[in-house]
Structure formats: structure tokens, C-alpha cells
């Protein structure tokens, strides 16, 4: 069974699942506002990150505002002496201050690209990173073009060996891929309950890779959330839930989520896989180009997500009769 796949034209190798680093950066603010996951037990993040290593993954994906550089930090140590088995994944475009974990704004100019790499560099302990990544989700394409001629420099004098845009307008994919000749990824969030038929295809037309984030829905589409909902404190994103985030209120899921998770468990694990590995084999079957990045800041998570390498992807029928029931939600026919 095949449990690599490719990082767009980029031709670099990487496991079909990665791990996502957001969570083990811990606490970070927006004023009163969490953006991080709460408090994290460090020793725990680096032996899942071994862990992931030895089950597979090769894909780790951070960003310099992840608990204000904490997530890269911890990262580094974890990889010391183990780089070279590792593709990490970095962003930029998010300010924060490291001493109070407060975000303080955006910064889009070429010149904090340079700056914030460097530090993520330092945090890292390498000396490039595989994919540099804008976080500026809705920027401007005029402003993200801007950007195109710094991060050609930054891949030719060896500091990235690729680059690519988190963000969820299709559009905006297609005209930083179009304009960038390193440009082989696009983040995006996409999942079981969110799917981007659009994206995909803009992955198919520049041949890049679809990371997807948000590819358990924050953690709704794993066992923990179902029967007794599980709330969230005040220091976890998910329980003061922003604007963009629609799974959860108050710390627990909204119902007409865990509804529809309800209506699709079944299908997603009717080989035997747990929830969580199901909504990541549709992630797998819904296209060649996905790479579902799954926050994890325990062994026992980690061991769980990347234990859906052995399924692979979900099997045709069952991807259907997901398809179907979710058409059934929508109001429209199942696409073909």
C-alpha cells in the first residue's frame, strides 16, 4: 500500500499524512481572545513527534505564531539529530510577541518574509525549511504577488526549497501558483464536513498538493466528541470559538455538526477504522493530491491518525455512501 505521496511539482516525497504542530505551541492571545489550544506537557509533544516519525510521517507542519514560536521550538528539539528524516512546513505573515504569546497584527512585506524565516530558522535549529508558506489567508493577490520575486531569492539561495499560500479562496491559489514557479502547495481547510471542489481542481491544474487543514473539524470527527460533548476552557480556541470557527460554541460542538457527523460514522468506519481514521481515508480517497495534516500533541494521537496509513484510503463504496448521505444534508444529488 502506497503511503507517500508527492509535494505538488515540487517531486519531494512525503508521507500521505502529516502531523500538524499548531496544537503543541500552547496558549496563544488575541487580547482575550485564545487562538492556541491551551496548555501543552512539552515532553509529551517530542515523544509524539518521535513517535510520528516511527510510524511514517515525514510531514510536520508548523508556523512562526503557533504559541508565538513556541510550536517550533519545541519541533527543533524534537527533530535534533533526526532533520533529515523530516520535511517541515513553516508559515509567515502573523506578528507576535514571544514574552506575553499575544498576537500584535499582520505583516505581508517582503522584508518580515526574510525576518520572520530567519527566526523560524533559529527556532527550528536548521538551516532551511522544505515549504514556506504566506498564513495571510485572505491578503490581496497584488500583495501576495508582491512576494513572489522574495521567495524565488529564498529558494535559490537554499534557505526554502519551496513555498506555497494557506488559504481558502481558489482563486487567490491559482494566481500566486500561476505567477510562482517554486510554488507547489496550497493549505486549505478541507475535511468530511467541508469539502473545496474548487481548490482540488486548481491542485490539479498548477500540479500542486492540497494540505488540508482542519482535517478532523478541531476534533469533532474524532471519539472524543461523541456522546457526552467535551468542553473546552477558556485558554483553548475551541472554547471561546472565533468567528471562523464554526464547529463549536461555548467549548462544545453545535448540534447541527454533530448531527451530521452522526449521519456519516458508520460509512467512514465500516472497516473497522475508528472515526477519526475514517474522515482522514476520505480526505485520502477524495483525491491523488491531499495531505491531511492532523494536530496531534499526544503518542496515543498520533498512533491513532497515522494508524490510517495501514487502511489507506477510504474504499470506493463506503466513499460513496458518504458522498451520498452528505448530498442527502445538502438537498442536492450526490456528484458522480
Not at 70 to 75: F, K, P, Q, Y
Not at 263 to 288: E, I
Not at 296 to 308: D, F, K, M, P
Amino acid at each position: 500500500m502506497t503511503t507517500t505521496r508527492r509535494l505538488g511539482r515540487s517531486g519531494i516525497e512525503v508521507s500521505a499524512i502529516g502531523m500538524g504542530c499548531w496544537a503543541i505551541g500552547g496558549p496563544l492571545w488575541a487580547g482575550a481572545q485564545p487562538l492556541g489550544w491551551g496548555e501543552v506537557d512539552d515532553d509529551e509533544s517530542i515523544r509524539t513527534v518521535h513517535r510520528a516519525l516511527d510510524l511514517g510521517a515525514t510531514l510536520f507542519d508548523t508556523s512562526g505564531n503557533y504559541g508565538a514560536g513556541h510550536s517550533e521550538r519545541v519541533l527543533g528539539r524534537a527533530l535534533a539529530g533526526r532533520r533529515d528524516r523530516a520535511v517541515i512546513a513553516t508559515k509567515f505573515g502573523h506578528r507576535t510577541d514571544e514574552a506575553s504569546r499575544q498576537a500584535t497584527g499582520e505583516d505581508a512585506s517582503p522584508a518580515y518574509a526574510r525576518r520572520s524565516l530567519q527566526d523560524s530558522l533559529r527556532r527550528l535549529g536548521t538551516d532551511h525549511v522544505d515549504l514556506y508558506q504566506l498564513h495571510l489567508n485572505g491578503l490581496p493577490v497584488p500583495q501576495a504577488l508582491d512576494l513572489i520575486g522574495t521567495l524565488e531569492e529564498l529558494v535559490t539561495e537554499g534557505t526554502i526549497r519551496a513555498y506555497g499560500w494557506s488559504t481558502d479562496d481558489p482563486a487567490s491559489a491559482r494566481a500566486f501558483a500561476a505567477a510562482g514557479p517554486h510554488c507547489v502547495a496550497v493549505q486549505h481547510d478541507q475535511s468530511v464536513l467541508r469539502d473545496n471542489a474548487e481548490m482540488l481542481a486548481v491542485c490539479d491544474e498548477y500540479d500542486l498538493a492540497s494540505l488540508n487543514r482542519g482535517p478532523l473539524a478541531m476534533g469533532l470527527l474524532t471519539a472524543k466528541y461523541q456522546g457526552a460533548p467535551a468542553a473546552r476552557g477558556g485558554d483553548d480556541v475551541r472554547g471561546v470559538a472565533p468567528e471562523w470557527l464554526p464547529w463549536f460554541a461555548d467549548g462544545v460542538p453545535r448540534a447541527e455538526w454533530a448531527d451530521r457527523v452522526a449521519r456519516v460514522r458508520d460509512a467512514l468506519t465500516a472497516d473497522g477504522r475508528t472515526l477519526a481514521q475514517g474522515a482522514l481515508g476520505w480526505l485520502l480517497a477524495r483525491s491523488p493530491r491531499t495531505l491531511p495534516i492532523p494536530g496531534c500533541r499526544t503518542v496515543a494521537q498520533a498512533e491513532e491518525n497515522l494508524g490510517t496509513l495501514a487502511y489507506g484510503p477510504l474504499p470506493e463504496a463506503a466513499f460513496a455512501e458518504v458522498e451520498r448521505l452528505l448530498a442527502e444534508l445538502r438537498g442536492t444529488p450526490a456528484s458522480a
